[in-house]
Nanobody, 115 residues
């Protein structure tokens, strides 16, 4: 069993920064991908950024030059540094773990960006 717990959500001013964190507990395969997804009303859940256990990253276009994903693999921790936040970044953000065909999700945390 794997559990993912996110933290760091809340309100932030337009142009501000926020750091999201996710901690995994339980056993997980050595080969895996951890990532952040977000979802807003009327939209599908979309990838924000991910990093596999070898350090290979993927970023959504909107995140490529504003967000940075990092992982501490031994501690099963993942962070997303979000800079220059925009109102359209407001969403529920989910921590995700994929390992050998198993998909796990955190409960989701709200990030609200407004002036």
């Amino acid at each position: 069993q794997v559990q993912l717990v996110e933290s760091g959500g809340g309100w932030v001013k337009v142009g501000g920064s926020k750091r999201l964190s996710c901690v995994a507990s339980g056993d997980m395969a050595a080969r895996n991908i951890m990532g952040w997804y977000r979802q807003t009303p009327g939209n599908s859940r979309e990838l924000v950024a991910s990093m596999n256990s070898g350090g290979v990253t993927r970023y959504a276009d909107f995140a490529a030059d504003r967000f940075t994903i990092s992982r501490n693999v031994p501690e099963k921790r993942m962070s997303l540094q979000m800079n220059n936040l925009k109102p359209e970044d407001s969403a529920v953000y989910f921590c995700n773990l994929w390992e050998q065909g198993n998909n796990y999700w955190g409960q989701g945390i709200q990030v609200t960006v407004s002036s």
